[in-house]
């Protein structure tokens, strides 16, 4: 099935209502490494991805493929302890099936982490970058996760992208970063198909273009949760420094990603609990 559509999403909310009590306001997308997040939710209720219908299984060491529904902060929330991606092999609507299951669930706002390729000079391993935007070559290329008949229950043909990263969540992160002491970054993320690595060519092309880090997802996301109304927030992880020449002795590996997770968990918890603080009170 190449769209993914109402009756799927409906599909996997029904499971889902079956299986919580609880009504989260607040979704939260784990990346590679970044999962150990997941285990600081309060009252969970855990669903396994693979009990949920048409739920894209992640198939990567680092995501463990599990639903955790509860309470951070006192906020209720719904994190998805690793995501599937796009080179994975799903079509790009089911990839981005979760954030339509949000959407109807009635979440309102997401947060999206991801593990990236440092591209800015001035990034080292273990910082947190805020998105501010993205730069979405796998959508300029043909594969926008809109692409196809239009549900305008869901959201409109034609969707505004000028605003994709919420300013006023921006401005809660930077807040709880300098509360938390935690350095944060701001800057633009690429989002590339992947699976390989980029080539020391593409990182000197990507640099030109803009960008200050790379990954293999969110962008995606991001559309998908923008076309439904939701506010996005973005964080990336940097777990390695793009390698942009071709006689470095230096290899890029997931190992590292997964390594460099266990540095950026606790700065990453820091900045997102303290926007869960700073958001209104659960109602």
Request: no cysteine; hydrophobic share 40%; glycine share 12%.
């Amino acid at each position: 099935m190449e769209f993914f559509g109402r009756p799927e999403f409906e599909a996997a909310v029904t499971v889902i209502r079956e299986r919580t009590q609880h009504k989260p306001r607040i979704g939260l997308v784990l990346g590679s490494g970044l999962g150990g997040l997941a285990d600081a939710v309060e009252e969970a209720d855990i669903i396994p991805y693979d009990q949920i219908p048409h739920w894209p299984l992640s198939t990567v060491v680092g995501h463990q493929g599990q639903l955790h529904i509860g309470y951070l902060e006192g906020q209720p929330v719904l994190v998805m302890r690793g995501r599937a991606h796009y080179y994975e092999g799903y079509p790009i609507s089911q990839v981005t099936l979760p954030i339509r299951v949000m959407q109807l669930l009635g979440i309102e706002i997401v947060i999206l982490t991801n593990a990236a390729g440092g591209l800015n000079k001035s990034f080292k391993v273990g910082d947190v970058m805020l998105i501010t935007d993205h730069i979405g070559l796998i959508g300029m290329g043909g594969t926008n996760p809109l692409r196809g008949p239009n549900d305008e229950t869901l959201g409109p043909r034609f969707p505004d992208m000028s605003k994709a990263y919420d300013l006023e969540l921006r401005r809660l992160a930077i807040e709880a970063a300098q509360e938390a002491g935690v350095p944060l970054q701001q800057g633009i993320y690429v989002g590339l198909a992947g699976p390989s690595f980029e080539t020391p060519a593409d990182i000197r092309f990507l640099r030109l273009i803009g960008a200050d880090a790379v990954g293999m997802s969110t962008v995606s996301e991001t559309i998908v949760a923008r076309h439904g109304g939701l506010r996005v927030l973005g964080l990336s992880g940097i777990s390695n420094v793009a390698i942009d020449q071709p006689d470095s002795e230096s290899e890029a590996s997931h190992q590292e990603v997964l390594d460099a997770g266990k540095v950026i968990v606790p700065r990453l918890e820091a900045v997102v609990r303290g926007v869960l603080r700073r958001l209104n009170p659960a109602t």
